[in-house]
């Protein structure tokens, strides 16, 4: 497989070997065991245990985690597209994976002590935990810094009083990384907890009933009183939405590619359907009315990927990349969107039926727009980055 980057010094423009036979058997992977359940999953809504337990296997549920820490170890960029090919067999298993890799593993190895490392790293890395990342709450979505759930110090420790909204791998994560309110208001009050399923006091709603993702279980997370050490506090008080807003830059290079896996799956399926069924005595992709379609899919996904590509290899410099990463999630986002739309109207009626995949891939795709940032915030991160760069 050759990956297309954005030209650039230092930039290489094709994959190597070990990162084409990773790729590889991350693919062979997903459509051998992941893609097969992916509609039974959307109907039942059962969590993909066992997809995880393989994924664990391949290490890709501490993907990018040093292998000190029984991580991978894996660079960003290969890390995207096996984020890729899991999304492109259900992106259910896809949101859950880059939740893991993306928020809770790398804020506890960017900002943890030694011994919360020691305590979490290992066991989120072997897929014997999954993490959870608790931002989100029914009045503080997109205005991050409203946030209400309050930590009050008590003795040695802390007592979260509140809830949380819309927690990917709600009631099925073990380790929650947890934003609370713990001085005055505004983004400088609040800080970042680990708070553990099974604490007295936390509890969680029913998974909420979805347009898509039924796989990946969203719920509520109640904390009534629930008691953590000081030793949970990651980073220092009042650090906690420094900590979660710079971790989002890594989640959304991975919804980018959730996003670009859903899409390219639409075009597969599209343009095999197309290839197959004929109208008016002609196969469909004859009909330049499709064939334009398809074309116009290809060239959203391929574009797409390349500024997901290129803020994974600024990630691996050491580089800024949060400007690439919003418009990688904005345009990936955007292109799942239209491109599973399109593959419905390639399908015809057909593709409005659940028989046919195309249908649970448009509903899937709708809310790559809105978490980890909605398409507004987005084009908002993007703005004020390219002001601050033409205001000298």
């Known amino acids: 497989m050759t990956a297309t980057l954005t030209a650039e010094p230092g930039m290489a423009f094709a994959l190597s070997g070990d990162q084409r036979l990773i790729v590889q058997h ?71 994976v880059s939740v893991q890799n993306g928020l809770p593993e790398q804020m506890i190895l960017r900002y943890g002590t030694d011994a919360q490392r020691e305590t979490y790293l290992r066991p989120l890395a072997r ?14 979505g997109s205005d991050a810094a409203s946030l209400r759930l309050k930590a009050e110090r008590d003795g040695d420790g802390w007592v979260l009083n509140g809830a949380k909204a819309w927690i990917t791998s709600g009631g ?3 380790t929650y990384l947890v934003m609370a309110r ?9 800080s970042c907890f680990i708070v553990e399923q099974g604490t007295p006091g936390l509890s969680f709603g029913r998974p909420e009933e979805k347009m898509g993702l039924h796989a990946a279980h969203t ?10 050490p000081a030793a949970n506090l990651v980073g220092e008080e009042g650090q906690g939405l420094v900590i979660a807003l710079a971790s989002l830059d890594a989640g959304r290079i991975g919804i980018a590619m959730q996003a670009l896996g859903i899409a390219r799956s639409a075009l597969e399926h599209a343009a095999r359907y197309a290839s197959e069924r004929e109208q ?27 500024v997901a590509l290129k803020a994974a290899w ?10 690439e990463a919003s418009i990688a999630k904005l345009l990936a986002s955007e292109a799942a969107v239209d491109c599973t739309r ?30 980890e940032g909605t398409s507004e915030i987005q084009q908002l991160v993007i703005g004020r980055a390219v002001f601050a760069e033409y205001a000298e």
């Open 26 to 96: 991350v693919r062979e992977y997903a459509r051998a065991e992941i893609a097969p359940k992916a509609a039974e999953y959307d109907r039942s809504g059962e969590f993909p245990h066992e997809q995880l337990r393989g994924l664990a296997d391949l290490g890709l549920m501490g993907a990018t985690l040093p292998e000190a820490w029984d991580g991978a170890g894996l660079d960003s960029v290969t890390y995207a597209l096996c984020l890729e090919e899991i999304a492109a067999a259900d992106a259910s298993v896809a949101v859950i």
């Open 127 to 140: 897929g014997e935990k999954i993490g959870a990342f608790c931002l989100t709450e029914s009045g503080a």
């Open 172 to 174: 099925q994560a073990q």
């Open 182 to 190: 713990t001085g005055g208001p505004g983004a400088r009050g609040v």
């Open 219 to 228: 719920t509520t997370v109640t904390f009534d009183g629930v008691r953590v």
């Open 280 to 306: 008016f005595g002609k196969k469909l992709k004859e009909f330049e009315g499709v064939s334009f379609k398809v074309a116009r899919m290809a060239a959203r996904i391929e574009s797409a990927r390349l």
């Open 314 to 323: 600024l990630k691996d410099q050491g580089l800024p990349y949060g400007k």
């Open 342 to 371: 399109d593959a419905i109207q390639i399908f015809g009626g057909n593709g409005y039926s659940r028989e046919y995949p195309v249908e649970r891939l448009y509903r899937d795709a709708k809310v790559t727009e809105i978490y």
